[in-house]
């Protein structure tokens, strides 16, 4: 049997399974158990919390980075004004 036909038949075994054994593919009976509203509410409120958990850490990451990139931004300007600046005991030139 070639490669692309043993797909074929895998794919076909696959397909049928699921129209045979739709059960199977439920979710634990956990989570379809308890269909009070308070169960509700906290499956949706853990399911928000794992969808916008990575949203909230990159983008927490993000806004350090910048904050970090403006401090040394800002720390290289005042040593480059430092440097700039006439010490006691020398004079000023004038270009």
Known sequence: MSG???ELARASLAAAL???????????SV???S???????????TTMLLTLLPFVLI???V????????ELEEQA?????AERAPRI?????LP
Request: glycine share 12%; proline share 2%.
């Open 4 to 6: 692309a036909r043993r």
């Open 18 to 28: 699921v129209l045979v054994a739709p059960r199977a593919g439920l979710a634990c």
């Open 31 to 33: 989570c379809l158990g």
């Open 35 to 45: 269909q009070s509203d308070l169960a509700r509410k906290a499956f949706f409120g």
């Open 59 to 61: 983008g927490g990451l």
């Open 63 to 70: 806004w350090w980075e910048r904050r970090r990139a403006r």
């Open 77 to 81: 300007r005042r040593e480059a004004r």
């Open 89 to 93: 005991g020398e004079t000023a030139s």
